[in-house]
């Protein structure tokens, strides 16, 4: 078979109807089985993670990493690599009734060169999640969004918490709402493309999962009247003169598709609800970043934390998302088309970015922005605390709460220091582990009060709290107040943390 025809096997869909999640479960044991995890399959690569992996060095995959071929290595290289596998190779992986059954739904193909898979599947976290190849001829528009560096990085960002109702907006293949399927009574998932919504059923059985729906439709269409107690979101968010993948560009401004999710919140998220969307952080000349993504929620209340990262010049990113073949004449029309339409669109810098949000009811709205690093597989980023930490400032119940617990300086600070400068002024410091997400920073002498009472060790919030105030002897303001947003100020850095 030519390669454009398996491409052409390849776009057909699922066969669904009637199909079990038990129909699906001896693939699902045979990929736990071999430990078909981000660790085990990125590490047959030699990657640390996704964006490692490069289509480009295909030979050195096969002819050097998988050349043992192991179960692990055939697998990888059917569902990650897309390369044939002999009748022998599969025939020791899957038993013969298992593999026609996945020819019948559509997983496996054979030709004259041997079986091969018309899906790819990507390991995140406990789950396994078919999508188009990554390594493939070419997209089209209707492709199912291979798992990328935003994927993965919302995978590990997602809220620490039990949810009644959870919304996975623009889902793909589904991946963030069947991650998210273990911690919701119901999840909903819904995209545009009828396309990924058929990968998304088949990977919520392939999950063994029955708590999941997928719709779909355009946005909050398919929802217009629930709501929901968590909201995720990864919309298409390239900014863009192409409109070729429903999976990628997202309007001139790159903001077309995440505009209306966020500002379809108010609508359906619910009072103490979170929501998650991670986009491309587009930078303009002389635009307040913050104020322009609370102005889209209007006049609601929710605290925003704007994490960004990698930001850099827009050559690069244009170079990282231009779909035409550089050895193709309409390359060198298409890049200038490109850097027009960001310069007229006053586009300074891009950044990987991740927006979460908690509706506070009536509480004050407070909105950070702060850089973070990309977390590795494995790592999670802890949103939910920093923005519970928000809602406390001003709610003096919780805050006592809090005071219950013990506290010592964060396992994120890899070195602090408390010394004096020449001048004689006292100087305090914290190197943070280069893995750390977040580097906090001790901002203000009462926050540098509450690190120093740490410095010592394992303390309890009351007394942490009267030895600050023994600290502030002289001072007029009011001792609650001033400790209570210094002490939240240096959570929320994570310079400090409960036990
Ligand atoms: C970047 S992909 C993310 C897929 C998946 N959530 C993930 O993280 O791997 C964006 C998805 O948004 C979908 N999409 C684009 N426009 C949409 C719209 N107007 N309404 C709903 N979904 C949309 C695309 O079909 C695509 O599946």
Known sequence: MKVEQIERKRIRQFKIRGLKKEDLLPLHDLLQKYDYCEKTVFGKLGADDIDDILVNYLPAYLEIHLKENSPIDRLVKIFILARHLDDDEIKGLLEDVHIEKLMDVGVLDRDEMGYFSNVAIFPCKWAFLATDHMFTTAFHPNSVYPLGMDSYVLARALIDGKFQNTLDMCCGCGVHGILAARQSRKVTGIDKNPRAVNFARFNALLNQLENVEFRSGDIYEPVEDKDFDWIIANPPFVPSPEKTLY????SES??????????????????????????????????????????????????????????????????????????????????????????????????????????????????????????????????????????????????????????????????????????????????????AVFEGVLNGENERVIFDILFEGTRSGKEIKAKFEDRLKDSSASKDETFQRAFLNVLKEGIIRSI
Not at 303 to 326: C, E, K, M, S, W
Not at 409 to 415: E, P, R
């Open 247 to 250: 999976f990628r560009h997202g």
């Open 254 to 435: 790159g903001e077309g598709i995440s505009k209306s999710v966020i500002a379809g919140i108010p609508d359906h998220l619910r009072d103490y609800g979170y929501a998650q969307i991670v986009t491309s952080m587009v930078m303009r000349d002389g635009e307040d970043y913050l104020k322009k993504i609370s102005g889209w929620l209007g006049d609601e209340h929710f605290h925003i934390l704007a994490l960004g990262t990698r930001f850099g010049p827009i050559h690069r990113y244009i170079l990282n998302h231009v779909t035409t073949d550089v050895r193709s004449p309409e390359y060198y029309r298409d890049i200038v088309t490109w850097v027009k339409s960001y310069r007229k669109g006053g586009i300074i810098s891009i950044g990987d970015g991740l927006l979460n949000f908690k509706r506070t009811h009536e509480k004050e709205s407070i909105s950070e922005f702060r850089n973070f690093r990309m977390p590795k597989p494995g790592q999670d980023i802890e949103i939910k605390q920093i923005l519970d930490y928000m809602d406390i400032y001003d709610d003096n119940e919780e805050f006592d709460k809090l005071l219950e617990l013990a506290f010592e300086i964060s396992g994120d600070v890899q070195f602090c220091w408390q010394g004096k400068k020449p001048s004689g002024e006292v100087s305090y410091g914290a190197l943070f582990n280069p893995g």
